[in-house]
């Protein structure tokens, strides 16, 4: 009992030195849970048996380009899109992986990172020949439905929420309280529209149609692609089903925006037939030392992309508490339903 205060004792200081010394700016934290050490991917069986593989490959939270890093860097993430091209380079260096199976639950992110994912998983099935299935649970919404448009087949858990084609750019405009408070913004650009979306001034009058047009660009796109890998679209509901709104897995299902519905096994069993595998081995991969042992286990804990896991008593409690979120300023065009975002 001793022991185990004493540690507890000295985790408490070790933790409270690190923020105070973080905060002064007097040293840069580079603990486990900022990713140092071994960066490398490794293989965890979670089921099955036989020579083959089905790579489980978790797609959640945010979709972005840049890493996570937040609480003064003890808590780092590698971005969706680096941890989604590691994942697949393994798996197409590895002679047994037959399948792979995007396990989404996103609310959607940024548009060039979506759209990026989509691509690389797109190049990969056309490079290998491998069959991807896209099993949508909790929010597979807006960014987080168009990476699932890359899949050869598309499951809805029973719960899922789908949906929300479309783009948003936000923005507050704070010039009113500027004004009240006798704040001026003085800044010099050079042109009329450089300081376009500014919170910091009144928008031009042409400003909302310029970038209306941006968003409208990226929102055409949005639909040639779910057109594209959606053939059984309900075409005459075009203009309902890409306004924005959300739909249960059901509705989807009705509206052809995905095949079937199913849980988990169901999408494990739809790779199995996709690659005729009578039997395979469904595998994760991870960083760090202690391997996910379940299809759920979260990423950030263990699997991959996630921080290390550390002995050192309170620091769990803190990567929980200042959970990395990641960073995006207010001009950034987002296929995200702001509705279900955690950012």
């Not at 923005?171 to 979306?197: E, P, Q, R």
């Not at 039997?279 to 804990?301: D, E, K, M």
């Amino acid at each position: 009992m001793m022991h185990w205060r004493t540690a507890m004792t000295g985790g408490r200081w070790l933790l409270a030195l690190t923020l105070a010394l973080s905060l002064a700016g007097c040293i840069t934290v580079n603990t486990p849970l900022s990713g140092g050490g071994d960066d490398s991917l490794h293989e965890s069986v979670i089921r099955g048996t036989g020579a083959a593989k089905i790579v489980w490959l978790p797609i959640d939270g945010f979709i972005s380009s840049h890493p996570s890093s937040q609480a003064l860097g003890l808590v780092q993430r590698e971005s969706t899109l680096t941890r989604i091209e590691r994942a697949l380079n393994k798996a197409g260096d590895d002679p047994d992986v037959k399948a792979v199976v995007l396990a989404i639950d996103s609310p959607g992110g940024t548009v060039a990172a979506s759209d990026a994912i989509y691509h690389r998983i797109k190049t990969f099935e056309a490079e290998t020949g491998i069959p991807v299935i896209a099993h949508l649970d909790g929010v597979a919404a807006s960014g987080g439905y168009y990476v699932a448009m890359s899949a050869n087949r598309l499951i809805a858990a029973p719960t899922t929420i789908t949906g929300s084609i479309g783009v948003i750019i936000a923005n507050v405009n704070a010039a009113g309280l500027m004004d009240k408070i006798g704040l001026t913004d003085t800044s010099v650009t050079s042109g009329a529209h450089k300081a376009i979306l500014s919170p910091l001034r009144p928008p031009a009058p042409d400003d909302r149609a310029i970038v209306q047009q941006v968003v409208d660009g990226l929102y055409q796109r949005f639909v040639a692609v779910v057109q594209a890998n959606r053939p059984n679209l309900d075409q005459d509901r075009l203009a309902t089903i890409t306004d924005g709104r959300i739909f249960t897995a059901r509705a989807a299902q009705q509206l052809g925006l995905v095949d079937t519905i199913g849980y988990r096994d169901d999408a494990i069993d739809a790779a199995r037939a996709a690659a005729q595998l009578p039997s395979a081995r469904v595998v994760r991969y991870y960083q760090g030392a202690t391997p996910p042992r379940t299809l759920s286990a979260h990423a950030g804990a263990a699997g991959l992309g996630g921080a290390s896991a550390s002995s050192t008593p309170g620091v769990d409690a803190l990567s929980a508490l200042l959970a990395a979120r990641s960073g995006m300023d207010g001009t950034t065009p987002l296929y995200l339903w702001r509705g279900a975002a955690r950012y």
